[in-house]
């Protein structure tokens, strides 16, 4: 008796030890989902659960941005919330973000190392992306981030220093440079007023600052002082908060 509660436990603590390995693999794939290593280049994701009809395919996808291999991975996402991977599409060094446009028509990816955005075609049906062109950004640091504007005739990267705005081709979904705002504090993070009327920016001090849209221009409207050491800031879908 004595043994085999003893085996019993050893069991037990396999399947422990092999469901944390199971969780701790999960954690890395959604930590590397900006920074890839998550899924091998190339490789299949997870495989549907058997009998495959239990978990079919749904018209959504998910895109992950991989700078170990400098592409895109394209995923469906199953029934159940599993991703299934698809393929790749090349991006540039140090790609950070994926961003669909909101007609689904276009995606870009942010190759923040590269400093320029890469412009796809994209396929609604079945989420592909077929590479154009890059657009380089001039900067002297990596680009931090990639925001639409709510009218999609526009987006904003920031440029370490600076908010370059760029006018997106309704036809061809290809980039324009616009205008540079430039702000002598490195940029953290930022994000767009729904309304599409303002933009907040985290730069690298203790302030959150508002900027007014004037075509695509900014000009600061004013900023506060906050606590501890921000990261990045977020505009609640009411545009109240």
């Known amino acids: 008796r004595h043994l085999s509660f003893f085996d019993s436990m050893?069991?037990?603590?396999?399947?422990l030890?092999?469901?944390?390995l199971l969780?701790?693999?999960?954690?890395?794939?959604?930590g590397c989902g900006g920074g890839g290593g998550g899924v091998d280049e190339g490789a299949p994701g997870p495989a549907p659960a058997p009998g495959g009809g239990d978990d079919p395919a749904t018209r959504t996808f998910a895109y992950i941005a991989r700078p170990d291999s400098r592409d895109v991975?394209?995923?469906q996402v199953l029934a159940s919330g599993a991703l299934r991977f698809v393929e790749s599409s090349p991006a540039g060094s140090g790609v950070s973000k994926v961003a669909v446009h909101p007609s689904g028509r276009f995606a870009y990816a942010l190759n923040s190392d590269a400093r320029s955005v890469s412009v796809?075609?994209?396929?609604?049906a079945d989420g592909l992306l077929s590479f154009k062109r890059s657009l380089e950004i001039g900067s002297f640091s990596a680009l931090s981030d990639f925001r639409f504007h709510p009218n999609g005739e526009?987006?904003?990267?920031?440029?370490?220093?600076?908010?370059?705005?760029v006018s997106i081709n309704a036809d061809s979904g290809e980039l324009q440079l616009g205008s540079l705002t430039q702000d002598a504090i490195p940029i953290e993070g930022?994000?767009?007023?729904?309304?599409?009327d303002r933009v907040f920016t985290i730069p690298h001090?203790?302030?959150?600052?508002?900027?007014?849209?004037?075509?695509?221009?900014?000009?600061?409207?004013?900023?506060v002082e906050i606590d501890g050491d921000p990261l990045g800031v977020v505009v609640s879908p009411s545009g109240r908060f």
């Open 120 to 124: 796809y075609d994209r396929q609604p």
């Open 73 to 75: 991975a394209i995923h």
């Open 10 to 15: 050893l069991e037990l603590q396999r399947r």
């Open 205 to 223: 001090v203790a302030r959150v600052i508002s900027w007014r849209v004037v075509g695509d221009l900014l000009e600061e409207v004013n900023y």
């Open 154 to 165: 526009m987006a904003y990267v920031g440029t370490g220093g600076a908010i370059q705005a």
């Open 23 to 30: 969780a701790g693999g999960g954690l890395l794939t959604a």
């Open 190 to 196: 930022f994000d767009v007023h729904p309304a599409g």
């Open 17 to 20: 030890f092999a469901l944390s």
